[in-house]
């Protein structure tokens, strides 16, 4: 994950009703994120060569308040997939952003470290995230930044200008790898939008490693007026 601060003015227009920005120590950020699916079932059912799949997705970070509580969550401004058909359902499923272009991952241990990295194509171009880290696991520290973006468990979508998706994620608390080296090669204005343009060169707030776990990702429901 790599994490970019930004004007809150760029987040803006994608702004679920009945959310707000969410900010850790003042900053609003924004993340580039690749990570896999593993034996991915949808209600209960694995899908025939559908199970293991890559997924690259920039979100941003938002909270909610349901009356009683608030709720810390994430929108996601655009995920690519490498499959059509896992695209149109999570479109259906939860009116996400999802695309689908060509992908591929490497993963490599040698001498106590981890390399990732996540390879997507657009417009004949490979996009590439790649880190490396301590194959060592740490304990996310209380109030950190790790904190605060891992520690996310709802998804808001934008259906209408009057209505909300939202939707739960659950899993356990994950640890996280030190940081040795990363690169991003990404076209951020052809992908997401000339307003992004200027993350090819900034310099991230933080990149992070952490090893997954078991994820359930609950059924929407609509938040309206």
Known sequence: MVNYQVQPELLQPFLPRFTELDTFEGKHLISLVGFMFRDTKVFGVKWPWHTHFEEVNLRFYVKHFDGQKWKRGVVFISEIVPSPIIAIMANKLY???????????????????LSLNYGWKYRNNWNTLEVSASASLNSIIKGSEEEFIFEHYWGYNRYDAATTVEYGVEHDVWQVQKITNWRVNCDFAGLYGAQFKHLASAEPSSVLMAKGSPVIIRKPVFLRS
């Open 95 to 113: 009116h996400e952003a999802y695309k689908a272009m060509p992908m591929k991952h490497g993963m490599e241990l040698r001498q106590g470290l």
